[in-house]
């Protein structure tokens, strides 16, 4: 009877030793215990499906950029170079019309000749209409000129601050030989007229806080102080007029490829005759 207790104590620890193990042999039977956990699954699914959660709440995934989403911004980084493409930019084009000649008088008070546009006495003028048009996405905002004393100069003609050298006025002979009749123009920058349908609507820039917004032109009309070539002594014939906007790179653009327009022109006595055909004089965007 002692021995049958013992061996019924003996199994009951072999049982649950194996019962603790995760299984249950029941003679030749072998299942799995129902009553165990399994400490690897639980902790996988449950930690994984939280902390996934979790993560996309605080962080937003990128997926075609995964090395990146997960940690924060720096503040400082660099663009991408989709970023640089995409970014708004200038795109100056020029144009020239009414052209005419005259014969003019200046004396030492004229303010043309305090200007440096002319010296005192009398000189043969080819005058012309200057439109700089703004056909990028982005305004050319310069603002006040008091604050950029470096890159205006007060015009005593014009009773403003004009840009330096903004737009350069070169005559060519027939074969090409540059006749010394060039010169660079001081410029105020402003909204004059609207270009296009879907640029702002009222003007933004005037000569006080110069610029030129997109979708905007400026004109210089012919009949303004220094809006002229002197041609003393230019034999009658054919010429060229190459007009150069933003000739000193003063204003970053999306590109300075279309910033010079060139006009054939022929010239007899005080008559001057445009050859070129192009409606305004306007050398198409490049950009």
């Not at 002229?228 to 300075?256: M, Q, R, W």
Request: net charge negative; glycine share 6%; aromatic share 6%.
């Amino acid at each position: 009877m002692k021995d049958r207790k013992r061996a019924t104590v003996l199994v009951g620890i072999i049982l649950i030793a194996v019962v603790g193990a995760g299984i249950i042999t029941l003679g030749d039977v072998t299942v799995n215990n129902p009553f165990t956990v399994n400490d690897s699954n639980t902790d996988t699914s449950t930690t994984s499906e939280s902390e996934g959660t979790a993560n996309e709440e605080a962080t937003p995934v990128d997926k075609e950029n995964p090395a990146t989403s997960s940690t924060p911004a720096e503040s400082n980084s660099e663009p991408s170079d989709a970023q640089v493409e995409d970014k708004p930019e200038v795109n100056f084009v020029p144009g020239v019309r009414d052209f005419s000649i005259s014969t003019e008088e200046f004396d030492e008070s004229s303010t043309d000749v305090e200007d440096g546009f002319v010296t005192p006495g009398e000189h043969r003028l080819l005058r012309f209409d200057t439109i700089i048009y703004n056909l990028g996405d982005a305004d050319a905002e310069l603002g006040h000129p008091e604050n950029r004393s470096d890159q205006f100069e007060y015009s005593d003609s014009h009773n403003h601050a004009h840009l330096k050298g903004f737009n350069k006025y070169a005559l060519f002979d027939e074969s090409g030989n540059e006749m010394d009749m060039g010169k660079k123009q001081t410029f105020c920058l402003r909204d004059d007229f609207q270009t296009r349908s879907n640029a702002s609507s009222s003007a933004k820039f005037n000569c006080d806080y110069q610029g030129i917004s997109a979708g905007w032109a400026d004109v210089y009309p012919a009949s303004l102080p220094g809006q002229y070539l002197v041609i003393d002594g230019l034999p009658d014939g054919e010429y060229t007029l190459h007009a150069t906007t933003n000739a000193e790179g003063t204003i970053d653009e999306k590109c300075d490829d279309d910033n010079t327009v060139r006009v054939d022109l022929r010239i007899n006595n005080d008559t001057v005759t445009v050859l070129s055909s192009q409606e305004d004089h306007v050398k198409p965007s490049a950009c």
